[in-house]
């Protein structure tokens, strides 16, 4: 883990200007257009992007397309791919502390978290599919001996990502791994408010020795630059991570441009179900905590909808308000900081209307509730509990995306069922309880792409994360995720 001493050095790192990451090098965007970057931590300017446009994007697809046909890594054999994302993966390691604390001073996440949840799960994430290129087969079709089938898995081509402000870097590495792995050029897009250890990843993937063209980074604003990559005729898939609306106008581009592939992973109002005869109420009431409150429930999986049982109820909020409480709101480069900032000025007004929307329709406000710390210039919230919540609220239907929690009682089990699946939404959940027998019916009840079980979060990168419903139908993690990265080519050959 990162020290105090490093975390103090590296945040007085002064970082200049960046440009785009086109073609191996960085350039300027085509306007010559910036944008500032401004930490949550303060509030202040530390740095800019570029602004890119449609211009940009044009070059970047031209610069993958010329890479991929060219076929130094689409042709290349998995031997030398995987030498090179495993290079790449160590090169993360070795930097991990500059990768880390340049995200925190981007997007506010507290250290403690991003330490392990950015560089150190994307390395992990490239070691992983770089482990996996030269262990995914084709097939041989069972036909007449007088016949071979082949199945070929082949590379799309030219892949577009674009990722959300939150996980970045770890999220990034969940859809350009893969996408590499498989033979892909790739074009990412960039949060616009947390775009810096993505441009710092191109120039270590270039270091690590990808060919130039292969990995390309255009920042700037999403309804510039994302629409320009999802309109784009020389595209063959976009992988996004994001809001609903934008996941929306993405399968719209698609059907007004060359039908691209658009495979979408689009957020949650996820319920964390807690039984009477959860096997541990005080360290549930923990880790539900934990599950909605860290990185300032700007995790797409959070447990935003607390359901617990009725018999336990006040025993439960007892423990859980205690929990929450006692974490410590602060400045995310200080390691003692249990909660770091909201992403963004944007973003914190944007919670607040929440909670003052939850105030109006009859929700109880337990705790929290109001924006702390402004004497920093930051942007931080309190841990925020409701409770006497229902399931035509406001709180209960939609993602908030901030550290705003909402508790609803129950009493049976189909109830805690109704109430699960009562949104659009349909990606995470969690279920406590030490019955067996229920724990399993829970799991195939819940219309959820995840479903937890006396635990809220943890799951690696050996299965697949993906939602239902409102929340999309993109899967990453896992060998699974290869599949969205390539073709399959039929080979029918007549042997005489």
């Not at 992007?49 to 211009?55: M, Y």
């Not at 292969?214 to 309804?223: D, E």
Request: aromatic share 6%; glycine share 10%; charged share 20%.
């Amino acid at each position: 883990m990162i020290s105090q001493n490093a975390i103090d050095m590296l945040r007085k790192t002064e970082i200049g200007p960046r440009g785009l990451f086109i073609d191996g090098v960085q350039a300027q965007a085509a306007s010559g257009v910036t944008l500032p970057v401004i930490s949550p931590i303060d509030g202040r300017a530390f740095t800019s992007i570029a602004d890119g446009n449609a211009a940009d994007i044009d070059s970047a697809v031209k610069s993958a397309r010329k890479a991929f046909e060219k076929g130094s890594w689409s042709r290349a054999a998995p031997a030398f791919r995987k030498k090179v994302l495993t290079k790449l993966a160590e090169l993360v390691e070795k930097h991990v502390d500059e990768l880390a604390v340049l995200g925190v001073r981007d997007n506010g996440t507290e250290i403690g978290m991003a330490y392990k949840a950015e560089p150190l799960s994307a390395a992990g994430t490239i070691r992983y599919y770089a482990e996996a290129i030269d262990k995914v087969y084709g097939e041989i079709a069972p036909t007449a001996d007088n016949v071979l089938g082949l199945i070929h898995k082949e590379p799309l081509g030219v892949v577009g990502v674009i990722v959300p402000w939150n996980f970045p870097l770890m999220i990034g590495a969940w859809k350009i791994a893969p996408a590499l792995a498989a033979g892909n050029c790739v074009v990412v897009k960039p949060p616009e408010i947390a775009s810096l250890t993505l441009l710092r990843l191109a120039e270590l993937a270039a270091e690590a020795g990808l060919p130039a063209g292969v990995l390309n980074v255009v920042t700037g604003r999403g309804a510039v630059t994302g629409e320009a990559l999802g309109l784009h005729m020389d595209v063959d898939a976009i992988a996004f991570t994001g809001s609903g609306p934008v996941g929306r106008r993405l399968l719209e581009y698609s059907a007004r441009s060359n039908l691209k592939r658009v495979f979408l992973e689009l957020g949650g109002k996820s319920p964390n179900i807690v039984f009477a005869d959860a096997p541990d109420l005080k360290q549930a009431a923990i880790v539900s905590a934990n599950g909605i409150f860290r990185n300032s429930g700007q995790v797409c999986v959070a447990g935003s909808r607390l359901l617990v049982q009725s018999s336990v109820y006040d025993r439960f909020m007892d423990e859980l308000v205690s929990a929450t409480t006692r974490l410590k709101v602060g400045d995310p480069l200080d390691l003692t900081s249990d909660v770091g900032a909201v992403s963004s000025s944007q973003q914190l007004d944007k919670n607040l209307g929440f909670v003052a929307r939850a105030a109006e329709e009859g929700a109880r406000l337990v705790t929290g509730g109001q924006r702390i710390l402004a004497d920093t210039g930051g942007s931080y919230m309190a841990p925020t509990i409701f409770e006497n919540v229902t399931q035509g609220m406001q709180l209960a239907q939609e993602e908030v995306f901030g550290p705003v929690l909402g508790v609803m009682r129950f009493e049976t089990e189909e109830e805690a069922v109704r109430l699960a699946n009562s949104t659009v939404y349909g990606l995470a959940s969690a279920v406590w309880t030490a019955n067996l027998s229920t724990a399993h019916r829970m799991v195939r009840a819940i219309n959820a792409g995840v479903v937890h079980v006396n635990t809220y979060g943890g799951a690696d990168i050996t299965v697949p994360l993906g939602g239902v419903k409102q929340s999309g139908f993109g899967r990453d993690k896992s060998l699974h995720a290869l599949d969205k990265y390539t073709d399959l080519k039929t080979a029918w050959i007549a042997l005489g």
